[in-house]
């Protein structure tokens, strides 16, 4: 007869510790306690049943927390490093919608939940695909901590009907912008400013981040190597949007010397700083955007509005795209710090205007 594998206690049990799944915070496994009553036999089974459960990812670890609180906590470990606006969206939505979810247990969490929480953003598409978002990564973290059986995201969300939302269309700078801009008596840190928007296709924060070592005179080109983001009105430094962020761009001549003359005169590193030499903040620099507005209104033959900085990227990206092919998209992508798939999603119907299918199958297949 074969050796029970397991041995009775003396309190009528087998039992033995296993491992649950999980790890403490110093990256030691813990264990858990499974026994039976009826035989060694039978917790042999239930020791072969509960690692299947850990290798498909059923098994889940008991708890008591709540989805609400579990969400706090989701924000503040997991994305503690994410950029003070894309956290500060997180918290909107946890703190504004999630709340209706007080009291209701995180293993309780279903799909009816994540309807209701939707339904209190009813008529506003972009707040509810920000719901979307938070509320899948809250799930997919608690799966990933075995809080939550891995088939959870199926049941949630599979037939999830996806919000229909439409962002504002962007603008390129109308024929009129473009002379005010360089017919405009901008200060001299102004105008490099506006100029490396036009010229370089730089975001806001990448721009107001550039120090004296970022740009090259002699090459003419710039280093895109860190950006400002803000906290409230306090500025801080971070990486670029992506590693695609990090790139060296071709300053063109037509805005290389207002840019030249800017980092020949700086006293210090930063081209763009506050006076006592600190970078740019929130205030300072809405008051340095609506100098440079006012400015290009003053010799405007009609009127500017709504004109942002991010709107001299989208001029600089469109007509980029209006060289193709004499440029391609992977080096497009490659100026703007994106990836090709963006520009193609954002681009593709600039790109499709470019495209002469007859004159294409022509060419390549005449003789």
Known sequence: MAKAKYTKGKDGYWKTRVWDGTYDSVGR???????????????????????????????????SISF??????????????????????????????????????LTDISRMHYQTVLNEAIGHPSVQQKIRLTFKQIVRSAVADQYLPAHIMDTIFNNDEKTIYKP????????????????????????AFAYILYGCGLRRGEALALTRDHIDLEHHTLSVEQAIAFDGETPYIKAPKSQNGFRT??????????????????????????????????????????????????????????????????NYCTNLCYQIPSISIKHIAALLGDTEKMVIEVYDHMILEKEDIGNALKNALDL
């Open 29 to 63: 496994k813990r264990y858990i306690t499974i026994r039976s009553k009826k035989s060694s036999k039978d917790l042999e089974n239930k020791v072969i049943e509960h690692n299947r459960q850990i290798r498909d990812r059923e098994y889940i670890v008991p708890s």
């Open 68 to 105: 609400l609180d579990y969400a706090v906590e989701w924000e503040q470990v997991y994305k503690a490093s994410r950029a003070g606006n894309t956290r500060a969206i997180y918290q909107y939505v946890i703190r504004r919608y999630l709340s209706c979810l007080e009291g209701v247990h």
């Open 168 to 191: 504002k269309e962007k603008r390129i700078l109308t024929d009129n912008e473009k002379r005010a801009l360089f017919d405009a008596d901008l200060e001299e840190s102004d105008k």
């Open 249 to 314: 761009v071709p300053i063109p001549d037509l805005v290389f010397p207002a840019i030249k003359t800017h980092v020949g005169s700086l006293q210090q590193d930063k081209l763009f700083h506050m006076k006592d030499g600190r970078w740019v903040t929130k205030s300072s620099y809405r008051k340095k955007w609506g100098r440079i507005l006012r400015q290009m209104q003053a010799v405007s033959d009609a009127p500017i509005t709504g004109l942002t900085a991010h709107m001299f990227r989208h």
